[in-house]
């Protein structure tokens, strides 16, 4: 890290250089979670992307210089890194290697190189395919749609209204995990298939009936329809929760409370589930 000039830097028109020889995705990231730690308003970031030549560095870095920028910079390959830390400290600019450091610690303990190829992370493969047909599948199986084609899932998930059945859903697809929902209706009785689905991929959400309720009016509220005594009372929250317990102790679904649990804790208790059964 290079830091020659750093108590030049104003906490005024504050300029982030992001560049890369990819995507420039980690070192936005490393960049907004680094200066999110301070209160500095006016933050300017600009993204140098598939940067491949001194040339371009020479250009960023005279940009930089008469900005006071700082850079933070991921370049896999030697050459343009010592490039880039050259030129900074020649005309004193403050840059960061997020990289270059990591690439250097692994090699060292595997007594290997690495490649040097930009964009290897963001390469297509087998996995990205595997998110996107698990994320078409979570869409096109919402809510209770095409019942019907729900035998190949990894996780049926069955709860009540605002149970946050739909995003978990669409947070287990972005894993690569098929998963569909089906809302538990009290006037409404479940379809056989779902009796047919191996109890090992059902779960079933319940929740704080106050909880609920306040999701429900917030809903409401957004769409601008008025309050339904049975849709919103903590009374009538409390039959379906238990009405849906009945349901999922027949099924033998695995139930998970997820009042006080992020859409992420929920996931995690899926996932692993999943992988142990």
Known sequence: MNTKGMNKLRHN???????????????EKVA???????????????RFLQVDSALKIREII????????????????????????EESNNCGVSSIDIIGPVLNSISAILHSQPEYKP????????????????LEFAVKHDDGQRIDEIADTDALVLG???TSKTPLCLFLAQRGFKAANIPIINSQKLDDIVYNIPKEKIFGLVSDPFRVSNLRKERLKRMGIPFSPEYTSKEAIQEEIEHSRKIFNEIGALVIDVTDKSIEEVAADIISHINNR
């Open 160 to 162: 009540v209204s605002r």
């Open 13 to 27: 028109d504050f300029y982030i250089f992001v560049v890369s020889d990819s995507t420039g995705e980690t070192a």
């Open 32 to 46: 907004r979670a680094a200066i999110s730690q301070f209160s500095v308003s006016d933050v300017h970031l600009k």
């Open 119 to 134: 964009g290897l992370l963001h390469r297509i493969n087998d996995e990205y395919f595997k998110r996107v047909d698990a």
């Open 62 to 85: 005279t940009e930089a210089a008469q900005k006071k920028a700082i850079v933070v910079f991921t370049l896999v390959k030697n050459e343009l890194r010592n490039i880039m830390l």
